[in-house]
């Protein structure tokens, strides 16, 4: 299980280990969102860039997804194995160098 706070500090982003799942909760402790991809297996590395964009690694899908802000949509899958992403743990946006970083 990992986490990442969203940068206003309202909300907080939860992998699931055991079962492929992003959990969004508010600071009170509400569920917002739990979201579910088949394309994500065994999250592992979250990350809320600054624009609030959620960033999730999958260690068995060897794929980085970008989730909706409000925890419910998926944008895009921005990396696949075949572009080098494999059984990562970590995923982070670096605002300097515009990239992510895996």
Do not use: N, W
Not at 18 to 36: E, K
Not at 62 to 80: E, M, N, S, W
């Amino acid at each position: 299980m990992r986490c990442a706070v969203s940068p206003s500090g309202d909300t907080l982003c939860i992998t699931r280990h055991s079962q492929p799942q992003i959990l969004t909760i508010a600071r009170d402790g509400t569920f917002l969102a739990i979201y579910a991809d088949p394309e994500l297996l065994q999250p592992e590395g979250v990350h809320v860039t600054p624009s609030g964009q959620v960033l999730v690694g999958g260690y068995l899908s060897c794929t980085i997804l970008q989730v909706d802000v409000d925890g419910r949509t998926k944008p895009a899958t921005l990396a696949h194995q075949k572009d080098g992403v494999r059984r990562q743990e970590s995923v982070c946006y670096s605002s300097t160098t515009s990239s992510i970083i895996v």
